[in-house]
């Protein structure tokens, strides 16, 4: 089976912080994705990559940053967080092999902001 | 650029019974492809079903049923003999031919009874 974990579930940070969010998958997958859950707005695309070092932005990009040094670890970077970016926050990886594939997602990890 | 709607944020059915979800997407591209994930309680996300737009034939997962109408646009997902462990949100994504993200609906909730 697929495996994307997240390492943190759950975290508290401060107005100002810088965050790293955690993504690692195990499956040799391509692509990997962060997304954001907010109740009543479903998912929404931060950012994605298609290889180590290369990033796309999504829908809603601003304020955060990404890095993929190596092909299994995606992270999610809040240079300084704000209380609006209080969210779900979902890592997603999957296959380029052909077209349409599955996208296999992570946990998810809990962020407030305070 | 592509929009999904589901304009049921919430249903509720009791077990053993069949409910229907509603989606409809909006895009001018002829291939495409469409998911149903599952997002019980537990939180990690998760595929039901998907479908290829440039196949007449719904797709059926088991107790999993979808009704696609191509040029209503539409993308309903069927759940007969509902269990206990249905109860979760569901969300309805769309995935244009040659790009590996997708565009989420805003999820409906279904909540089954006993």
């Known amino acids: 089976d697929v495996k994307v974990t997240q390492s943190s579930r759950y975290l508290v940070k401060r107005t100002g912080e810088k965050v790293f969010l955690e993504c690692v998958q195990d499956?040799?997958?391509?692509?990997m994705f962060w997304y954001r859950q907010d109740p009543g707005l479903g998912l929404r695309l931060i950012y994605f990559s298609y290889d180590v070092k290369m990033k796309e932005k999504g829908d809603i990009p601003e304020g955060y940053s990404v890095s993929r040094e190596k092909k299994e670890r995606f992270s999610l970077i809040l240079e300084s967080a704000s209380t609006n970016q209080t969210s779900m926050y979902l890592c997603?990886?999957?296959?380029?092999?052909?077209?349409?594939?599955?996208?296999?997602f992570g946990e998810g990890s809990w962020l407030t902001v305070v | 650029a592509q929009t999904v709607t589901q304009s049921q944020p919430e249903m509720s059915v009791q077990e053993a019974e069949t409910v229907t979800l509603s989606c409809t997407y909006d895009t001018s591209e002829n291939n495409y492809y469409l998911f149903w994930y599952k997002q019980p309680p537990s939180r990690q996300m998760i595929l039901v079903i998907r479908?290829?737009?440039?196949?007449?034939q719904n797709a059926t997962e088991n107790r999993f049923s979808v009704n696609f109408q191509k040029a209503a646009k539409s993308f309903s997902l069927k759940i007969s003999d509902s269990q206990l462990g249905d109860t979760a949100m569901y969300f309805c994504?769309?995935?244009?031919?040659?790009?590996?993200?997708?565009?989420f609906g805003k999820g409906t909730m279904l909540l089954v009874s006993p």
């Open positions: 997603a990886s999957s296959l380029t092999d052909r077209a349409g594939n599955t996208i296999y």
């Open positions: 479908q290829e737009a440039y196949k007449q």
């Open positions: 994504a769309f995935m244009k031919q040659g790009y590996s993200t997708l565009t």
């Open positions: 499956m040799d997958h391509e692509n």
